[in-house]
T-cell receptor, first 112, second 116 residues
Framework: KQEVTQIPAALSVPEGENLVLNCSFT??????LQWFRQDPGKGLTSLLL?????REQTSGRLNASLDKSSGRSTLYIAASQPGDSATYLC???????????FGGGTRLMVKP | NAGVTQTPKFQVLKTGQSMTLQCAQD?????MSWYRQDPGMGLRLIHY???????DQGEVPNGYNVSRSTTEDFPHRLLSAAPSQTSVYFC???????????????FGEGSWLTVV
């Protein structure tokens, strides 16, 4: 059974700091990995999706990397802003058609 | 293009009552699913569907029922509500094809359910 772990569970940083969120998974035979953002009381918004054949994806200040062999992904946020405060979740899909397995999320607070 | 629409947003039920959470998507996605989100446990898959007429169980299916008579709709029914079913429920969909979409999964806004 695929298990996904996110560390840390919560993180508080001052504005402007670069930060890294970690995601690890137990089964390396994944189809893709996706990072989501969730604001309080809201649904999930997809940030970045990395296919199993890719090493990283970038969108603006966000960069996500994938190392399948070690079962790890990182989400790098550059020059953090208070508007980045949210919960960030990673999720993996094992094979075509299977649904996602989620990590518990990292709750990020960026202080002005 | 509305994306994934869930209703109701909030609901309070008494133990033993039944209700249906509605989910509709207008993106012609084959795959639809229902998750529940509980504090400290992330999202857990309840049921999913790979197309109209096909449904299957996820990680935590007990106490729930689903049907998929059309591509657009994936209603989710609580058969006899219990306090343990107090949670936030999310419907999600994605396309099984389309390289440009990257198979990104789209979520509804969530349904907050309290069982008393």
């Amino acid at each position: 059974k695929q298990e996904v772990t996110q560390i840390p569970a919560a993180l508080s940083v001052p504005e402007g700091e670069n930060l890294v969120l970690n995601c690890s998974f137990t089964d390396s035979a994944i189809y893709n990995l996706q990072w989501f953002r969730q604001d309080p009381g809201k649904g999930l918004t997809s940030l970045l999706l990395i296919q199993s054949s890719q090493r990283e994806q970038t969108s603006g200040r966000l960069n996500a990397s994938l190392d399948k062999s070690s079962g790890r992904s990182t989400l790098y946020i550059a020059a953090s802003q208070p508007g980045d405060s949210a919960t960030y979740l990673c999720a993996v899909r094992l094979s075509w058609g299977n649904m996602l397995t989620f990590g518990g999320g990292t709750r990020l607070m960026v202080k002005p | 293009n509305a994306g994934v629409t869930q209703t109701p947003k909030f609901q309070v039920l008494k133990t033993g009552q039944s209700m249906t959470l509605q989910c509709a998507q207008d993106m012609n996605h084959e795959y639809m699913s229902w998750y529940r989100q509980d504090p400290g446990m992330g999202l857990r898959l309840i049921h999913y569907s790979v197309g109209a007429g096909i449904t299957d169980q996820g990680e935590v299916p007990n106490g729930y029922n689903v049907s998929r008579s059309t591509t657009e709709d994936f209603p989710h029914r609580l058969l006899s509500a219990a306090p343990s079913q107090t949670s936030v429920y999310f419907c999600a969909s994605f396309s099984g094809t389309g390289l440009l979409s990257g198979n990104t999964i789209y979520f509804g806004e969530g349904s907050w359910l309290t069982v008393v």
